[in-house]
Structures are given as C-alpha cells and as structure tokens.
C-alpha cells in the first residue's frame, strides 16, 4: 500500500514537472507612453511579482531598454513618453515595432496624451482598431490586454479628469465588439483606486504607491494571459 501510494505521489511530482517545462516562453510587450516608459516602474513591481508567483516563461520585449527602478528585472518595452496613440498611427510606427519584438501579448496603456490633446474618444479608439488590426497582422493569435487609462487632473487641464471617464467608458464598449476567439481583448481596470493627489508625483504620472496600484492592477490579467499563450 505504502509503494502505491509512493508512486502515486513521484507520478504527481512528475506530472507538474513536466507540465512546467512544456510552457513555452510569451513575449509580451508594454505598449504606450511615458507612464508604460519613464521609468514605468510599475512594469519592475510587476514582473518581480510574476517572479515571486513562480510565472517565470517571460520575456518583456520592446524597442526600448528598461530604465533603472532599485533591482533588475527584465525591462524592454515600447513605452513611448509623449506619444499619441493618433500619432502613432498616423506615422505607421507600430508595425516596425513589433517586426522587432514579435511578442504574444501586447499590453495596451494608451490615450493619455490624446485625451490631454482634446482628441475625441471616438478619434482616438479609431486608432486603437488599426492598432489591434497591426497587432493581428503581426501575429493572428495576438492577445490584446487594454488598460482603462489612470486618472489624471493636471494644472493646465481642467476638463482632463472628465475626459479620462468618457474615454474609459468607450474602451469598455469598443473592446468586446473588436475582441475575438482567436485573438482576445481584455480590459483592465487601471482607474479605479489611483488617486491623482497621494499616487501621483505632477497628477498624472505615478509614484511609488501609484507604481504598485499600477502593477497590482495588472497582475491578474497578464497572468492568466500568460498561462494561455504558454500553452504548448
């Protein structure tokens, strides 16, 4: 009974040993703007948290390095500071980016210099559906992770906390009519809990606690992301 019960327990060990090496290694991407990029040490919370749940099959890619946030982590992404996601479609700049990083789940925190420019929410989620078309060219199985933008009341913009809301309601309403079966859409509510006077450094940019609300709020959703892509 006891060598019954021991191979049991070795066939188990075995098991999750196996089901261990056959995830295969996601690229991911942080695609956006100076909060995703400058430092964007949200982005080193959040993978030593990846880390620290035993999610090591990752390889953050991008076309810039990481910055310096107090440890090393694994920092590239495409974390653009003053970048519009208008722009960036507009100069046709993401396709040359993800020839080079080709990853399998783009991370999408993007639209706050537009909302900051007064660019409608429909303009700007215009852009977003091209985005996703490029993500979708580049790889047909892309699985796309959009934020709900951080707050935001800068001095020189009253109106912009307002702005941030109504674009966020639109991200909502776009995205399960863009998502598919093969290549997912998932919102991530990176609003709700961040307040712009104790989580932010100028109200818009986050600081340390604003850097850990940031990546708590990823957290889940990259992670069961994570454990679909790696499928083999």
Request: glycine share 10%.
């Amino acid at each position: 009974m006891f060598g019954l019960k021991l191979v049991s327990i070795l066939s188990a060990i075995l098991g999750l040993s196996s089901l261990a090496t056959s995830q295969k290694t996601v690229r991911i991407n942080a695609l956006g703007d100076s909060i995703t990029g400058s430092p964007g040490c949200w982005r080193a919370i959040l993978w030593q948290k990846l880390q620290a749940a035993g999610v090591k099959n990752t390889d953050f890619v991008g076309t810039l390095s990481g910055q310096g946030c107090g440890f090393s982590y694994d920092g590239e992404n495409d974390g653009h500071g003053g970048f519009l996601a208008t722009g960036i479609v507009r100069d046709n700049q993401l396709p040359g980016w993800l020839s080079q990083s080709k990853p399998d789940i783009v991370m999408l925190e993007l639209g706050t210099n537009d909302v900051w420019s007064n660019i409608a929410p429909a303009t700007i989620i215009a852009a977003f559906d091209t985005l996703v078309n490029q993500m979708r060219a580049q790889k047909s199985t892309m699985r796309v992770l959009v934020a709900q933008i951080t707050p935001m009341n800068p001095s020189s913009c009253s109106d912009c906390g307002q702005r941030v809301i109504a674009f966020n309601a639109a991200i909502r309403a776009w995205a399960p009519n863009k998502s598919t079966a093969a290549s997912p859409i998932t919102v991530v509510d990176c609003w709700t809990g961040i307040n712009t006077t104790s989580d932010t450094i100028d109200r818009v940019h986050p600081n340390s606690s604003g850097n850990t609300k940031l990546a708590n709020c990823w957290y889940e959703p990259l992670k069961a992301a994570i454990a679909l892509a790696g499928c083999p």
